[in-house]
């Protein structure tokens, strides 16, 4: 199922929201302005009670990086874990977004999808990079096993 771009631009705009920054490391040092960085957050997924997701993405850093003008790097990782009882709060699709982060002033965003997988009762969470015209390949999984009945 295809978003349009307007619905990713605006989930990529509003959903860092709810993102709890966790910490950073430095990963390249520069002269002028912050250094490239690894920002880790973590966030709940907003129909699953119970279930907390944590990424980490690539966070450029330069004169072009203090002034929200850079293109983050498509380099992310995921991990999703249950913190706590399980509780659907809707019907699950099998496909649906669920966290978006703009990575760059012109429509590029980090997304994490999160799919069901009926068979194996499971929740897969996957983030990716999207841009306008050409997204990245590079993305990482992470999956969640449900002891109750998923509902659809």
Do not use: W
């Not at 390249?28 to 912050?34: H, R, T, W």
């Not at 490239?36 to 279930?51: C, N, T, Y």
Request: charged share 20%.
């Amino acid at each position: 199922m295809k978003k349009s771009l307007f619905a990713i631009c605006l989930a990529a705009a509003f959903s860092s929201a709810y993102a709890d920054k966790i910490g950073e490391v430095d990963t390249a040092f520069k002269l002028i302005g912050p250094d490239h960085k690894i920002i880790v957050e973590s966030f709940d997924d907003p129909s699953v009670q119970g279930v907390t997701c944590v990424i980490s993405r690539a966070k450029t850093g330069g004169i072009s990086g203090a002034l929200g003008l850079a293109e983050d790097k498509s380099d992310a990782s995921i991990a999703c874990r249950q913190v706590g009882p399980i509780k659907f709060l809707k019907p699950m699709p099998n496909q649906e977004s669920v966290f978006a982060v703009s990575t760059s002033p012109l429509f590029k965003s980090t997304q994490v999808i999160r799919m069901v997988d009926p068979k194996r009762n499971m929740l897969v969470y996957l983030t990716y990079s999207t841009k306008l015209i050409d997204g990245s390949p590079k993305n990482s999984i992470s999956a969640v096993p449900v002891d109750i009945k998923i509902p659809r």
